[in-house]
């Protein structure tokens, strides 16, 4: 099934008409499929990050999300992602476990998100002086 498009015979199995239509990821920005927002690989490493949040540590953490057999630049652009403006993965999973670790140590109070982001800032600013 297909519509006239000019001289030609437009239709969904048509690659050129599939390539536009196709969605991007919201967290890489690669393709994610026709009605998908996320590709497979970020669906592999949102999963992942679902399990390890909260029982382990940063690092095993990361080497938890390396396990995936994902290359390691795509789990980078995955963490640094903010698809739905609640801050990035990395810095959701920061704030969490700073306030894991501040509730363990009796300090009342949550980090955020957008706190961990904006310390990151600056003290990313302060090493580049």
Same mark, same amino acid.
């Given at each position: +099934?297909?519509?006239?498009?000019? %001289? ?8 050129? @008409?599939? &390539?536009? +239509? +196709? $969605? ?21 490493? @949102? ?9 382990? &540590? ?6 938890? @999300? #390396? =396990? ?17 403006? *609640?801050? !990035? ?6 704030? #969490? /476990?700073? &306030?894991?670790? /501040? *509730?363990? +140590?009796?300090? !009342?109070? $949550? =980090? !955020?998100?957008?706190?961990? $982001? $904006?310390?990151? %800032?600056? @003290?990313?600013?302060? &090493?580049? #002086?």
């Amino acid at each position: +099934m297909g519509r006239r498009d000019g %001289n030609q015979d437009v239709t969904l199995g048509d690659p050129r @008409l599939r &390539s536009t +239509m +196709m $969605r991007k990821c919201d967290y890489c920005g690669e393709r994610a499929g026709l009605f998908g927002r996320v590709c497979g690989d970020c669906k592999k490493l @949102l999963a992942r990050v679902e399990e390890l949040r909260g029982k382990v &540590s940063y690092g095993g953490f990361l080497d938890g @999300l #390396e =396990q995936t057999g994902i290359d390691k630049e795509k789990i980078l652009v995955f963490l640094k992602a903010d698809p739905d403006g *609640k801050g !990035s993965v990395q810095d959701q999973v920061t704030a #969490e /476990m700073t &306030s894991e670790l /501040m *509730k363990v +140590m009796g300090i !009342s109070g $949550r =980090q !955020s998100a957008d706190e961990v $982001r $904006r310390i990151r %800032n600056v @003290l990313g600013k302060d &090493s580049e #002086e």
